[in-house]
């Protein structure tokens, strides 16, 4: 039986949403593995017992010890009370630390294997900005974009197409986003975003449009595309309350109705970003269609539940999916520890000591 260390939280304003993926997980892992939960808050770890029962991240606290990891020639071990030897680490992370890069390196740096994307892959989905400058280099379709930074002048706005959306670069479940009509409400609209990040995105709004979601995984050799799923709903943008609390007039269609050419495109789409970003686990990209046009909008690395209910007519639940994720990242692992990490160039020998009589 393997052990895993279901890892979850993280410095990011979605750390609560991080707890819903880590106890769907959880509940669908527990008897096929051993698992053990860990909260990733302010650079440490903490072991966090009956997670089920828990309703707020502060309460892990409480009577909870940091926990570390320590290396040897032959693995790496979780240590706390005992030793424990864990053959995965699976991210439940979203946004933030656990989704930028930040925690990708540290298990890196620890041999430790994991699910999802890696360090350069994680830190150019989740900044929209960069993101958006690579789709734009490479010939994918995406919408007219400002970036304004902090320390801007709003006059550099004055000849936008409004409305326009104002997004944080690094952040998501559509926190600190608004809509913005004329340029005051694109001023308070800054005011707000600046709040979560100093760079920030302004994007032109679609005033009618369609809204999909494509995500996809690799199993062993195959990559799996799920059913695309239209997000129908009648505000601006598709906001937090949407997307985690009970909304009236927002629904959530899969697979979607549109046209056989329109899903094909979707999916190849999808299938090139994953390739050519060297994307690992389950990803989700987010589409906008407008004026005849499917944009891609942005790429998530680590998707709330991992998307798994898109994958449900492909045969898959969140434990299939989950499997071949912990797979995957193992051998990842396996390829990396392949190569060589030391070269032996024989350069110290030609450097005196200090002090020594050949010094200058």
Known sequence: MKKLAVIFGGKSCESDISVLTAVSVYKSMKMKYRCM????????????????KCSKISNFYRTKKPIFFEKNEKNVKFCFRKKVFPDCAVLCTHGGEGENGILQSILDSKNIPYTGSGIFSSALCIDKIYLKQYLEKFGYSVLPYRIFEEGDSLEGC????????????RLGSSIGISVAT???????????ALEYDRRILIE??????REYTCACFRDGNKLVVG??????????????????????GVERVYPAAISEATRLSIENTTKRLYEELSLRGVVRVDYLEGDGVVYVNEIN????????????????????IVDAMI??????????????????GEIVPFFPAKGSKTEK
């Open 158 to 169: 004055k000849d936008l197409d409004f409305p326009v959306i104002v997004k944080p670069a």
């Open 37 to 52: 939960m860990i909260l990733f808050k302010n650079g440490n770890f903490y072991h966090v017992k009956n997670i089920e």
């Open 204 to 209: 032109k709004a679609l005033l009618r449009r």
């Open 182 to 192: 004329n340029l005051f409400e694109l001023s308070q609209g800054l005011l707000s």
């Open 227 to 248: 059913d695309i799923e239209e997000v129908v709903v009648t505000d601006d943008f598709y906001s937090f309350n949407d997307k985690y609390k009970p909304q009236k």
């Open 301 to 320: 690395t680590i998707p709330g539940s991992f998307s798994w209910y898109l994958f449900k007519n492909k045969g898959y639940n969140l434990l299939s």
């Open 327 to 344: 797979e995957e990242g193992i051998k990842e692992r396996r390829k990396e520890n392949a190569l060589r990490s030391c070269f032996d």
